[in-house]
């Protein structure tokens, strides 16, 4: 991805929290945030939370951002990846987007997967800190 992103964007994704539905339990993260949660069966493997919802400063419709949301999924899939189920949402619950948190993916992987969706970036706990990771050239405005 090689647009700029609005500042305001940027900040929206900062804010974003993310569910994430472990087996042990739902937990929830955000950036520079301990989780809220039981994270025993994660322990302190990283988690990528991504989806294929919105991508860039796009706004698909309902149905089309489900479709890239299952070739997602079936992307996960054939791959033969771990994933959970997740949510992003906004700060004040108003808007959120259905996801999928997968376990153990190195920086470069998640960076990777989030540029192979056009995402502009995607959330990575790196066993310690929830970050984002973008996936735009350069550093976000």
């Not at 990846?81 to 949510?87: F, I, K, L, P, S």
Request: glycine share 8%; aromatic share 8%.
């Amino acid at each position: 991805m090689t647009q700029e992103l609005d500042p305001e964007l940027v900040n929206a994704y900062e804010a974003t929290l993310f569910t994430v539905q472990l087996p042990s339990g739902s937990v929830l993260f955000g950036v520079g945030q301990a989780p809220l949660g039981d994270i025993r069966s994660l322990g302190t493997r990283p988690l990528t939370v991504i989806t294929a919802y919105n991508p860039g400063s796009e706004r698909p419709d309902e149905a089309q951002n489900r479709a890239a949301n299952e070739r997602l999924r079936q992307t996960l899939i054939a791959r033969g990846t771990q994933y959970h189920d997740a949510v992003g949402q906004s700060a004040d619950r108003s808007h959120s987007e259905p996801s999928f948190a997968v376990p153990d993916l190195t920086e470069q992987q998640a960076h990777e997967l989030g540029l192979e969706f056009d995402q502009a970036c995607v959330f990575y706990w790196t066993g310690k800190l929830g970050k984002l990771l973008w996936c735009t050239e350069g550093e976000p405005p």
